[in-house]
């Protein structure tokens, strides 16, 4: 079986090649993926999808229908790209390895590398027993998941598809990755109708704050643990206001209670200019517009979040890659800059979905100028993909070869 699949992947590596540059050339910021989702939903429909569809939130879903609807596999990677002006043109690189551009890594590359192993599934006519799921979302990339709680809430029920696992294409360097921590955005606020205290509170409060900014050592990285941006003025109705924001790190099993009372603990000991004035933390909420105009409330907390390490998910993932002959690492995102993040927070803390991440990316090289991805990465990660996923939802097959089938 795995032979066959490796010569027909062998095949797919030219439209493969050409698919990611394509897609790597358009434009997509967050909340601005309408031309990659109508480019991956032409290229869905011409590789047979079964289904395909772009939702009201602008994610592009593509269904490729076992004999049964379930088990349901869902395959998830994120359209929108963090905008680097000294991101370097695709045109200009001449390393015949690597495809550079905004989102290789992060995480075109991962998009590519799903829908090509559904089709590489499809095309290898290995029976299914459940459904192949490969949805491309939309406003992602920071770790908020607008576009997948769309997808979990109204897209996927529509179609009767209730999704029993989930792999992730962001940047895992072909590793299995099972979670990583969190963040939160916490605004500080400094009221008062003298405005001379405000102004002197605020300035006392952020620099108590950016003393504790350092970064704090994991694994041989420096993980950004707090960031304290400059204080804001406004004066309405004859009332003095300053806002401090400030993000958080949350590890596994902190929560945003937990760093509320933190940071309430550090404002209540810090010293505070005389006069009349009140202090209060909160978290963020931001009211977001979606595609089909709907706005929605979206709180700036992505939880940290991990999948049992020897979980069955787990086990079958690396069982899968092993009898594929491809390398079996495992590991967690380090996400050392705070405001990152992926869907896992959102599939694994409030849908209880089990989670991994397998994708041909790099995260070092994520959201940095030439970001970039090795070329045979891509390839495997499509082989590998495409190996997980039929050991999650198709069935057994053993001795067929090509000419068999």
Request: hydrophobic fraction near 40%; aromatic fraction near 6%; include cysteine.
């Amino acid at each position: 079986m795995y032979t066959m699949l490796k010569k027909i992947n062998e095949g797919l590596k030219p439209e493969t090649e050409k698919f990611v540059k394509s897609l790597i050339n358009i434009q997509s910021p967050t909340l601005g993926e309408t031309h990659a989702a109508e480019f991956i939903y032409t290229t869905m429909k011409s590789l047979g999808f079964d289904k395909t569809i772009i939702d009201e939130a602008g994610n592009c879903v593509g269904v490729i229908l076992g004999r049964e609807l379930s088990p349901v596999i869902l395959l998830n990677s994120h359209m929108d790209v963090f905008q680097n002006p000294n991101n370097a043109d695709l045109e200009t690189d001449t390393n015949e390895n690597i495809i550079v551009g905004p989102g290789a890594s992060d995480c075109k590359s991962g998009i590519a590398a799903q829908i090509f192993s559904a089709h590489l599934l499809r095309k290898s006519l290995l029976p299914l027993r459940g459904s192949i799921v490969v949805a491309t979302t939309v406003a992602e990339a920071n770790g908020l998941s607008l576009g997948m709680k769309t997808l979990l809430n109204s897209t996927l029920p529509k179609l009767g598809l209730n999704p029993n696992f989930a792999i992730l294409g962001e940047p895992t360097n072909l590793g299995i990755y099972y979670g990583h921590d969190g963040w939160l955005e916490m605004v500080i606020s400094i009221e008062g109708t003298n405005s001379f205290h405000v102004d002197d509170t605020a300035k006392l409060l952020f620099s108590n704050l950016t003393m504790n900014e350092g970064p704090i050592s994991k694994n041989d990285f420096d993980l950004e643990h707090l960031r304290v941006l400059q204080p804001q003025f406004e004066t309405l109705q004859g009332v003095r206001k300053a806002t401090i924001p400030v993000v958080r790190r949350l590890s596994y099993g902190q929560n945003e209670t937990i760093a509320l009372n933190e940071m309430k603990n550090i404002l209540n000991s810090s010293p505070v200019s005389s006069g009349n004035v009140a202090v209060s933390v909160e978290v963020k909420n931001v009211y977001t517009k979606l595609r089909a105009g709907q706005k929605v409330l979206t709180k700036h907390c992505v939880k940290a979040w991990e999948t049992d390490p020897f979980s069955p998910l787990m086990t079958r993932a690396r069982q899968c890659l092993e009898a594929a002959g491809l390398t079996v690492k495992s590991g967690k995102w380090t996400l050392p800059k705070l405001g990152m993040g992926t869907a896992g927070s959102v599939l694994v803390n409030e849908y209880c979905i089990p989670t991994i991440g397998y994708g041909p990316g790099d995260e070092t090289v994520a959201h940095s100028p030439n970001e970039y991805v090795e070329k045979e990465k891509l390839f495997t990660a499509v082989l590998g993909t495409a190996a997980i996923v039929h050991g999650l939802v198709g069935y057994p097959v053993c001795g067929w070869t090509l000419d068999e089938i």
